[in-house]
């Protein structure tokens, strides 16, 4: 499965429980769309939170997302990983 890296702006200030909530609310979701979200990181200072997924296409991982409250601002193919 193609892997996908996104990435949401604007999150300043978020907390590692937000984080860790955002994250869930995607998990619960996930198998909707044959998405599965690998990890999250967060930048509290720049607003910056990243997400890698394996999925389909990265329209599935942005319904996810949009199902899930919080819209990626960018979603980018990871065609290759070491």
Do not use: N
Not at 1 to 19: K, P
Request: with cysteine; net charge negative; aromatic share 4%.
């Amino acid at each position: 499965m193609a892997q996908f890296m996104d990435v949401h702006h604007g999150m300043v200030g978020i907390t590692a429980d937000q984080l860790r909530q955002a994250h869930q609310a995607d998990l619960d979701i996930e198998q909707d769309e044959g998405v599965h979200f690998v990890k999250a990181w967060a930048d509290p200072q720049s607003g910056m939170v990243y997400c890698l997924a394996e999925a389909p296409s990265a329209e599935a991982v942005q319904r996810v997302h949009e199902r899930a409250g919080h819209k990626a601002d960018e979603i980018h193919p990871v065609p290759l990983t070491v």
